[in-house]
């Protein structure tokens, strides 16, 4: 294994035992209204994330259908949560003021550092480094106890549940159309309903295809490779337009559909759970008419400037 492989089982393995906390912490509440699902969901999680490079595919197969059972029945609940003391939140707002974004910046500088100086490692091992610093950062300047981070991670991964592990479940799945060739499919389809020669429509399908795949896949990278072999390459790009260009506006077109949908878990659940929302498609209206805008824009963007 070489360094980059250890420092991401590293990672996977702290992940892991995340949910193992969160399972053995759930397993003890007795009033629990889904104490049994929702321990075997975390612990599952847990296991394949600690383990699950080391065991066979059919094995973590299995675990991931054990997995998505309580999910999938609505079994898997938020427990008990200790409430930070809105006292001492209050103090340490005071205490820190803007400084509390310095965790959060620390994350993304070193991703930066990772990717563009150590390039070996990459930016996803950055990441999860920066991950790590900035825990240990915000210890040091609140001068607090680190017993707040399994807490509020817990707390925080609890009120999202399930859908925490949307994004890795999507990406497997756009892997898995590749290589059943759905993009031939989808090429055969479009292929009886773009007119001969009329660029302006072909452009439209692409595009509009990105952002309504990545609505259903909640995955722009993986609508990305379905659709533009099925549609960008053959009806697209090899008909004059600039493979650089197209490509990159057809993944902010897919982008546009990540704006619109839960799918998308990160981006439009995740900060509904952080801000407490009453309306979970809060964020989403908010976004729509912004995502439409954008794409038409793109749509007209490719079509003029797209041609080589």
């Known amino acids: 294994m070489t360094t980059k492989d250890i420092l991401m089982e590293v990672f996977?393995?702290?992940?892991?035992?995340?949910?193992?906390?969160?399972a053995a912490k759930t397993i003890k509440q007795k009033d629990h209204p889904s104490r049994i699902t929702t321990a075997i969901f975390w612990a599952t999680l847990g296991l394949i994330m600690v383990i699950g490079k080391w065991l066979p595919p059919v094995v973590v197969g299995a675990l991931i259908v054990i997995m998505t059972l309580p999910?999938?029945?609505?079994?898997?609940?938020?427990g008990t949560v200790v409430e930070t003391d809105l006292s001492y939140s209050e103090k340490m707002s005071e205490k820190l003021?803007?400084?509390?974004?310095v965790p959060a910046l620390a994350i993304g500088t070193f991703a930066i550092i990772f990717g563009l100086l150590i390039p070996k490692l990459g930016a996803l091992v950055g990441t999860g480094v920066g991950a790590i610093a900035g825990a240990v950062i915000m210890a040091v300047m609140a001068n607090d106890k680190l017993k707040y981070v399994p807490r509020e991670g817990s707390r925080l991964l609890e009120s999202v549940g399930p859908v925490n592990v949307l994004p890795q479940l999507l990406a497997s799945l756009g892997a898995i159309f590749t290589a059943a060739g759905v993009g031939e499919v989808i090429s055969g389809i479009v292929g009886k309903i773009i007119p001969e020669g009329n660029m302006f429509i072909a452009v439209v399908v692409y595009a509009v295809a990105m952002a309504l795949f990545t609505m259903i896949m909640g995955n722009g990278f993986a609508a990305f490779s379905v659709i533009t072999v099925g549609i960008g390459v053959p009806f697209v790009i090899s008909k004059g337009y600039d493979p650089s260009m197209v490509g990159l506006l057809a993944l902010t077109c897919g982008y546009c559909g990540t704006l619109m949908t839960p799918m998308a878990a990160n981006f439009n659940i995740v900060p509904i759970a952080l801000l407490e929302m009453k309306d979970k498609y809060g964020v989403i209206k908010?976004?729509?008419?912004?995502?439409?805008?954008?794409?038409?824009?793109q749509i007209f963007y490719i079509y003029f400037f797209g041609k080589i």
């Not at 892991?16 to 906390?21: E, P, R, S």
């Not at 908010?286 to 824009?297: E, G, R, S, T, V």
Request: aromatic share 16%; charged share 15%; hydrophobic share 60%.
């Open 71 to 78: 999910a999938m029945f609505n079994k898997v609940h938020k």
């Open 12 to 22: 996977f393995v702290m992940c892991g035992l995340m949910d193992f906390y969160i």
């Open 286 to 297: 908010k976004q729509i008419p912004i995502a439409i805008c954008l794409l038409i824009f």
């Open 97 to 101: 003021g803007m400084k509390i974004f």
